[in-house]
Structures are given as structure tokens and as C-alpha cells.
């Protein structure tokens, strides 16, 4: 956020706020962010902890409100700026200060003003506007939910081996059938076929057909045929829905009793500002768009689990909102469920920390049996499973260290590829006779950094940027950022991998799990906009980092012709592809005593 400051002697001058702080102090506004949102499970709501008192099915709402509040990053974003400002204001003493509109700068104005500084800034949104957005967001969620089971086919019944419950906006059509269309656990969801048998396993197919960049809002009314994926939707006719009916139908009682807490009221005080318009919204946000969707998932979870009758259920990203909502049904239908780690576990994920009294029972519920955990998480490696074990507090029990079948496919089709093929992913790419460096990220994370990389490479006449885009987007939403960039071309969101790693003289991202596939191909990486959930590596120093364009072009050359620190890396790669999709199947299939 860049602001305008007057300051005595000085007159008006302009600054970035963020700038301010270095990587102890974000990394400390995530920890105090977390500390924040975790507190809120002890607050009273009308005399009762807020975990005992939202519940559905017995089973506590406080699974899904803090990924919720995690999820929108407002507190987060919030603290950052107040620490930011506490800086500013150290340092600078200013006497009046002028914000932009930006999101969430009404916690600037908020601050100056409660430290008596002049402030021409932005104030609070007005809450009845916002509230009727939210309002008039989950109406239509809600439509849609009810629209997408409209002249649904029977779902076919069980029992089953293996049900596994895949994203649909993951799935890739254009492949035949099976368990290898999924384009992130393919290669397990193919060794489970292969010692099963593949109609033993059923797929099931969670969230909308579409990526949210693409998404449409006549997609719920739509045929939704991808192969073996039997939507869920199926599994859960109208009548089955009641209960998360019931549930939307009371967001706004929801919502009264957050908002009249007394202790949510005196935590919306961040760092001695009122920030209670901010945590108003995100506690609307919590009772009208989280908890109807949650509730709605359990519904349908339940549903499909027991129309199919599994001995074991299966599915990834499983600490988020579709996951918890299956494990806490397989729970209670006794139905173990297998989680499937699908990419890079950040230490910053509230999703996967959990406090020690959120493991156990809740004394003031006698239906909570404690954090749904899935029966066995699987795992790539030993750090992944050190922080589980740690701040994630998972009994050693529910956690396996199975590899990544993702990563062996990958290095074994790297193998693969011939010359001609490399030079035709290069081609394909715009490479020409430049030097190819792969960009691959969300847009939505490197949007900050991303300036700063398209400045350093423009630059750079001699190398040229190919910008993978994530499967969650769409390649359009870089068009502004690169327009006018001749070296840099933006590739289709499905281009295969492979090619474009064996082609890579490097890579740069910012928290994408690419970047440890590339070590373990020998492929250099350079992290931008740090800190991040990557700088334990560059700390490490097995990956580079930078924080702005002049970083960015040393860390490009760096990486480009700096032999030593390319052979560090050429010497950790991989030598061949291991069994990680055959160890995971067998965890699964040990979950229920499965046997080929």
C-alpha cells in the first residue's frame, strides 16, 4: 500500500507502507493472525464457548469457521498493516497522512485516527450495503445448490471397495476414464484400480465442473458428464437435504448471535484499534456464506457415503472445508477416510495446525469427539510429517509417509522425453534461441511480485518467460501484466509439465509445489514476493529468493549462469522415479483390510 505521508520539515512525501516490515515482522503477523483466530473457540457466545455453541449434526461449526476467517486473510491483513503503521509512525512521526481506497485500508484511517493524526483516508464500508452483498451471495449459492439437482439420474448404489470423493474442476475430460483423468492423485487412483479391479472403485465428484476464474452461473443448470465421475449431487436428492436447509434458513439467527457476543465484541480490538466493523463482516461472512456450505456438504458427504457403502473413502485437500465435512461423516458412519496429501503442506496453513485441546472431546459437548481426522493422512515425506506431528498436533497414528506418486510420474516422464519433444515444449513455449525460464504460481499469490518479474524479464532480451497458469485459473487473468512483453508468452493452463521442465534453464514461483518437483529434477528455482512458504528453502539455500525487480534480475542471472550454484542443485536431483502410488495404495487398502 503505497500512502502519502507529511511529516515535520519535510513536507508530503509518498511511501509504501508494507515495505516496513522485514520477514520477522510478517512472520509474526502470521503467527499473531493465527493466535487471533484460534482464540475465538474459547469466546462466549451467549454463555457458551464458541465451539459448544455452533454445532450441526452434534458435531462443532468451529471446524469451518476458522477456515472461514483463515481463508479470507482479513485479520491477517489487518495486523499487517497496523504493524506496518506502528512502524511508520515510529520512524516517521507524521503529522497527516492521505490512504488510498484500497481493501482493508480503513484500518490505516482507523489507526491515524485513534492516534490523533490527520487522515484523509477511506472509513469503514457501510455494514447494511455489505451485509445485503453477502445476503444476496448465499441466496444464490444456495439456488444453485438446489438448481444442480434438478432432473439428476439415480446415483448408483453400493457396496464398493474404494469410494473417492475427486474435484471435478480437476478432471481431466480428454482422458479415458478412470482414476487417471485426476490431475492431482491420478497415478494412486490408478494403482487402487489396478489391484482392485476398476469397477471397485467409484468416483465421486465434489465442487463445480468449472475452475472459479471460468465459472458461470448457469453451470449448476448444465449436463455434468466427465467420465466415471458420478457427481454428488446425485448421491443427495432435495430430501436429503433438509438439514442444511434448515440451517440456511437460520444464518441471520446465526448471525445475530455472533454479533451479540461481548466477547467477540471486545476481540475485534487489534493492537488498540477498533477494528469491530472489520470482524462484524467476517462474522456474517462465517453465518451466511461458511456455515450454509458446510452444512450442505455434510449433507451431501453423508449422502453419497451412505448410499455407496465404501469400506474406505479417499480424497485430497482433505484439511480443508469438503474434507473435514467428509471425515466428520465417514466418522460417524464408520467409514475410514484416506487423505491423500496433493501438493506442498505451508507451515502458515491453519488447516493442518491445531491446538492440543482441539485434538480431544469438548467437555461442554457430548457429542464432539475432537478434530475429524481423516483415519490416515499419507504423507511425501519426513518434513511433511514433522509438521503434522508438531504444530499440527496429529497422533502418529493417522499420519504415513507413502512419497509422492505425483512427483515419481513427473521425473519418470521427464526420463522420457526425447530431444525432439524437449525442443518442441520449448518451441511451443517461444524460446527460440532464448533461454526458457518457467514461470509457475497462482496469479492471485504473485500478483504483488509479479510487476517486478515482468520488468526484470523485459530486461532481459536473451531469455524468455513461459507462464504456466495454475488449474484453479485461467490464463487471461495475466493479459494486463504482460501485455506488450515480447519474451513472454502465457501458455494454456493444461500444457503438460513434463516438457517444459526438461526444456527450463530454471524456474520462478511463489508458493507453488512445482518449485520441489524442480530440485528434485535439478531444475533451479528463484522465489519472488518473500517472505513466503517457500523461504524456509531459500534459507536453506537450495532455492534463490528475491523481493523486487532488482532482486529479481541478479536472482534470474544468478540462476541462469552461476555454474556452482547450478551444479549444487543438478547434484540433489532424483536419480529415478520410486513406488509412492503403489505404497499409498496399500495404505489405503490397509485401512479396511483390502486385499487384491
Known amino acids: 500500500m503505497r500512502l502519502d505521508i507529511e511529516t515535520a520539515g519535510h513536507g508530503w512525501r509518498q511511501i509504501d507502507l508494507l515495505a516496513l516490515l522485514d520477514a520477522g515482522a510478517e ?26 455453541r455452533f454445532t450441526f449434526r452434534g458435531d462443532s ?53 485513534a492516534r490523533g493524526i490527520s487522515c484523509d483516508g477511506p472509513s469503514w464500508r457501510n455494514a447494511t450495503a455489505a451485509l445485503m452483498r ?34 471435478r474442476a480437476f478432471w481431466k475430460k480428454r482422458i479415458a476414464s478412470g482414476g487417471g483423468a485426476e490431475a492431482y492423485i491420478g497415478p494412486v487412483l490408478r494403482a487402487l484400480e489396478s489391484r482392485l479391479g476398476g469397477a471397485s472403485v467409484r468416483y465421486v465428484g465434489i465442487g463445480p465442473r468449472t475452475n472459479f476464474r471460468a465459472r458461470r452461473w448457469w ?68 453465518a451466511l456464506l461458511q456455515w450454509p456450505w458446510s452444512a450442505r456438504a455434510m449433507d451431501e458427504a453423508a449422502a453419497a457415503l451412505a448410499a455407496l457403502r465404501p469400506d474406505v473413502a479417499v480424497t485430497y485437500a482433505e484439511a480443508g472445508g469438503w474434507g473435514r465435512a467428509l471425515a466428520l461423516e465417514g466418522r460417524r458412519l464408520g467409514v475410514p477416510l484416506a487423505g491423500l496429501q496433493h501438493g506442498f503442506i505451508y507451515r502458515h496453513w491453519l488447516n493442518y495446525r491445531h491446538e492440543p485441546d482441539e485434538i480431544v472431546s ?54 522420457a522425453l526425447t530431444p525432439p519433444e524437449v525442443e518442441r515444449a520449448a518451441h511451443g513455449a517461444g524460446a527460440g534461441q532464448r533461454a526458457l525460464i518457467l514461470f509457475a504460481a497462482k496469479e492471485r499469490e504473485a500478483r504483488a511480485a509479479l510487476p517486478g518479474l515482468v520488468a526484470a524479464v523485459r530486461a532481459m532480451p536473451d531469455v524468455q518467460l513461459a507462464i504456466k497458469p495454475h488449474p484453479a485459473e485461467t490464463p487471461g487473468v495475466y493479459a494486463a501484466a504482460v501485455a506488450g512483453a515480447a519474451n513472454i508468452r502465457v501458455l494454456a493452463a493444461d500444457t503438460p509439465l513434463p516438457g517444459l521442465l ?3 534453464r530454471g524456474l520462478v514461483t511463489v508458493n507453488s509445489t512445482v518449485a520441489i518437483d524442480a530440485l528434485s529434477l535439478g531444475v533451479p528455482s528463484l522465489v519472488i514476493g518473500l517472505p513466503n512458504n517457500l523461504s524456509p528453502f531459500v534459507d536453506a539455500g537450495v532455492m534463490l529468493g528475491a523481493s523486487d525487480e ?22 540433489g536431483r532424483s536419480p529415478a522415479a520410486g513406488n509412492a502410488a503403489a505404497a499409498s495404495a496399500e495404505a489405503v487398502m490397509a485401512l479396511r483390510g483390502l486385499r487384491p
Not at 37 to 46: C, G, P, Q, S, Y
Not at 94 to 107: E, N, S
Request: glycine share 6%.
Open 27 to 52: 512472520e509474526a503477523a502470521h503467527e499473531e493472525a493465527y493466535a487471533w483466530i484460534k482464540a475465538i473457540r474459547h469466546l462466549r457466545v451467549e454463555g457458551e464457548p464458541f465451539r459448544s
Open 61 to 113: 461449526l468451529w471446524w469451518f469457521a476458522e477456515l472461514y476467517l483463515h481463508k479470507e486473510q482479513a485479520i491477517y491483513s489487518a495486523i499487517r498493516l497496523l504493524r506496518a503503521f506502528e512502524r511508520l509512525v515510529a520512524g516517521e512521526q507524521p503529522r497527516a497522512l492521505r490512504v488510498p481506497r484500497t481493501r482493508h485500508a480503513a484500518v490505516v484511517t482507523a489507526a491515524a485516527l
Open 134 to 167: 453477502m445476503d444476496t451471495r448465499a441466496m444464490r449459492l444456495h439456488a444453485a445448490a438446489r438448481l444442480s439437482r434438478v432432473r439428476r439420474p439415480p446415483a448408483p448404489a453400493g457396496p464398493i471397495a474404494v469410494a473417492a470423493f475427486v474435484h
Open 219 to 286: 453451470d449448476p443448470l448444465t449436463a455434468g458428464g466427465e467420465d466415471a465421475v458420478v457427481p454428488i449431487e446425485q448421491f443427495a436428492p432435495d430430501g436429503a437435504m433438509r438439514a442444511s436447509r434448515d440451517l440456511h434458513a437460520r444464518r441471520h439467527e446465526l448471525r445475530r448471535r455472533l454479533w451479540g457476543s461481548a466477547d467477540l465484541r471486545a476481540h475485534a480490538v487489534l493492537r488498540g484499534v477498533d477494528c469491530w466493523p472489520l470482524v462484524r463482516e467476517q462474522l456474517a461472512g462465517i
Open 362 to 415: 469438548d467437555i461442554g459437548n457430548a457429542d464432539d469427539r475432537g478434530f475429524p481426522f481423516p483415519a490416515k493422512t499419507l504423507l511425501f515425506d519426513e518434513y511433511a510429517a514433522a509438521h503434522l506431528r508438531g504444530p499440527g498436533h496429529f497422533p502418529d497414528g493417522a499420519i504415513a509417509v507413502t512419497g509422492s506418486a505425483r512427483l515419481d510420474e513427473l521425473i519418470a516422464a521427464v526420463a
Open 502 to 504: 526438461a526444456a527450463a
Open 550 to 571: 532488482a532482486e529479481i534480475r541478479q536472482g534470474l542471472a544468478t540462476l541462469l549462469y552461476d555454474q556452482e550454484f547450478r551444479r549444487k542443485i543438478e547434484r
